[in-house]
């Protein structure tokens, strides 16, 4: 457990905090999660399997106060992190203008800065999608911040120069409490495709759930995959009667129905990354889709990680691709915690 310099645990609380991603990493760079709010019953019924030492409320955010993130035991917060829902500030949603503005959850990030107005933590993280900079509200959390007295620092960053085997570009904010925290140094080694799931055994003759059940493919979508070359190849290769017409005249995802690359990066892994359709989330070598336990581990959770499946394969799948990868959540603890000590917070 990671102490302060006055031998008190470092406390943090998870805002929005779906299945958990942001929480294991935070708990593996040694902080107290000493609470969570998530909204979702399946995203809620994952974490507490996950982290049940940790106080969950299964609420609203916009009904939370800060008062009651707080327990009997603990009534003081160092950190408060969160990714505040991003499908709002999606590329792919504003294309479509008026939805995007109109989306309710885009307001969300108001709630997140007012409990951050009422527990005032030593220290902030919050992550987004980029596009999220250009939103009146963000910049309005940005000010706040400012006449409370934190520094921030927000950088656009690729976490996969942080040991996630995937490309996966994030808006990030940390702002500590009249200090500046610097953001993480990258990682020494690239992670790959392969070194994330190149030592799976094939799902029929592995035990994990998540693994076992595979997308159940269409002939036509079967012949389809088979015909897009091994490690790395598109439909670009398709022939004749494989092609799709609404191709013809649409260059536009051309990674759908793609493979992944042993020794390159996965695609960003999205809720609909068990779906050959959605993108390149073809097996580098099998005739398939990803797993629900693949994607997991290109997310970089550990192997053990409890995912429910009481809303289907496909609801699980959202719950990944809507997660903070854990690996970069340790990698940004870490550095708040080196930010703790350097500025004696305790």
């Known amino acids: 457990m990671t102490r302060s310099t006055a031998g008190q645990n470092w406390r943090a609380i998870d805002i929005f905090a779906g299945c958990g991603g942001l929480t294991e990493g935070i708990k593996r760079a040694g902080f107290e999660i000493i609470s969570a709010v998530e909204n979702d019953w399946l995203a809620a019924k994952t974490y507490r399997t996950n982290h049940p030492e940790v106080k969950l409320l299964e609420e609203d955010v916009r009904l939370v106060s800060g008062s009651d993130l707080f327990t009997r035991k603990a009534r003081k917060v160092h950190l408060i992190a969160g990714c505040p829902p991003c499908q709002g500030f999606s590329r792919v949603r504003h294309r479509n203008r008026l939805r995007a503005t109109g989306d309710k959850r885009n ?119 088979k015909a897009v070359p091994k490690d790395g190849g598109s439909r670009e290769s398709w022939k004749g009667h494989l092609a799709l017409e609404c191709h013809d005249n649409f260059r536009g995802f051309s990674d759908v129905y793609g493979r992944m690359a042993w020794d390159k990066l996965a695609p960003t892994i999205t809720g609909g990354c068990i779906n050959a ?69 305790g």
């Open 107 to 225: 307001c969300l990030i108001t709630d997140f800065q007012r409990i951050v107005g009422e527990t005032k933590p030593a220290a902030v993280f919050l992550e987004n999608v980029p596009g999220i900079e250009n939103y009146y509200r963000f910049k309005e959390f940005l000010r706040a911040l400012r006449r409370w007295g934190y520094k921030i620092t927000c950088e656009t960053l690729d976490l996969a120069e942080y040991a996630v085997p995937q490309r996966r570009k994030r808006i990030v904010v940390l702002a500590g409490l009249d200090f500046e925290i610097e953001m993480p140094a990258k990682a020494r080694v690239d992670r790959t495709v392969r070194s994330a799931i190149g030592n799976l055994k094939p799902p029929s003759k592995h035990r994990n759930p998540l693994h076992r059940q595979v997308t159940d493919h269409s002939p036509t979508m079967l012949k389809r995959i």
């Open 277 to 345: 359709s959605k993108g390149r989330f073809v097996h580098p070598e099998q005739d398939r889709a990803i797993t629900l336990l693949e994607a997991t581990l290109l997310q970089s959770f550990p192997k053990s990680y409890n995912l429910s499946l009481d809303r289907g394969r496909y609801s699980a799948a959202e719950m990944i691709g809507n997660a903070l990868p854990p690996e970069f959540a340790r990698r940004v603890g870490r550095q708040i915690a080196r930010a703790f000590e350097e500025n004696g917070v």
